[in-house]
């Protein structure tokens, strides 16, 4: 099984700044297969990116990832207000079985 | 626009068998996988298995002694049943669609609370 680590845990920040948020798994993702969400209260989770670096549907051109291997990395240049969310990552491996890391909770400061 | 509703009770007792639905309309249920994911309240996101259209079905080792799934593709629905419930089940349950391409879920249901008490 492919664990994923997402931290830091909680970040505090304000609007405009720009956000890392990192993705690391126990052992190499096949073939970069590894996906970003981002979840609101009450609301179930969006797809952000997916094959580690490629946009979904709609998603603002601020939003961007990268990574390969084990290492992967959700980059939002300028935090708008709408981005004040929980950010998940999500690999599938050859088992097959999907996994998600624990979140990432960005919040305004 | 492709649409996933879930259906089904809001509370089940223990050591009974939850069971949900997925509709899905606007689009095909050809040629992705269909999935079940759920969330503890505040927690994070458990993937609980998923099964294509052909009925190939791959679930979560860690449930998947309790788990069945099926699919109707006249009725466009995908169904989920989780036997010898605890409180541990209690959980938002969501129904996901993900393309066979890139193994991302691209379309999600708004998910149904589901609370397994006496």
């Known amino acids: 099984e492919i664990v994923l680590t997402q931290s830091p845990g909680t970040l505090s920040l304000s609007p405009g700044e720009r956000v890392t948020l990192s993705c690391r798994a126990s052992?190499?993702?096949?073939?970069?297969?590894l996906a970003w969400y981002q979840q609101k209260p009450g609301q179930a989770p969006r797809l952000l990116i997916y094959s580690a670096s490629s946009r979904a549907t709609g998603v603002p051109e601020r939003v961007s990832g990268s990574g390969s291997g084990t290492d992967f990395t959700l980059t939002i240049s300028r935090l708008e207000p709408e981005d004040f969310a929980v950010y998940f990552c999500?690999?599938?491996?050859?088992?097959?079985?999907?996994?998600f890391g624990g979140g990432t909770k960005v919040e305004m400061k | 626009q492709v649409h996933l509703q879930e259906s089904g009770p809001g509370l089940v007792k223990p050591s009974e068998t939850l069971s949900l639905t997925c509709t899905v309309s606007?689009?095909?249920?050809?040629?992705?996988?269909w999935n079940w994911i759920r969330q503890p309240a505040g927690k994070g996101l458990e993937w609980i298995g998923r099964?294509?259209?052909?009925?190939?079905?791959n679930y979560n080792p860690s449930l998947e002694s309790r788990v069945t799934m099926s699919v109707d593709t006249s009725r466009n629905q995908f169904s989920l049943k989780l036997s010898s419930v605890t409180a541990a089940d209690t959980a938002m349950y969501y129904c996901a669609r993900i393309s066979p391409y890139y193994y991302a879920a691209d379309v999600w249901g708004q998910g149904t609370s589901v609370t397994v008490s006496s």
């Open positions: 999500q690999q599938y491996g050859n088992s097959p079985r999907l996994t």
């Open positions: 052992q190499s993702i096949p073939n970069s297969y």
């Open positions: 099964m294509s259209t052909s009925g190939t079905t």
């Open positions: 606007g689009g095909s249920i050809s040629n992705y996988y």
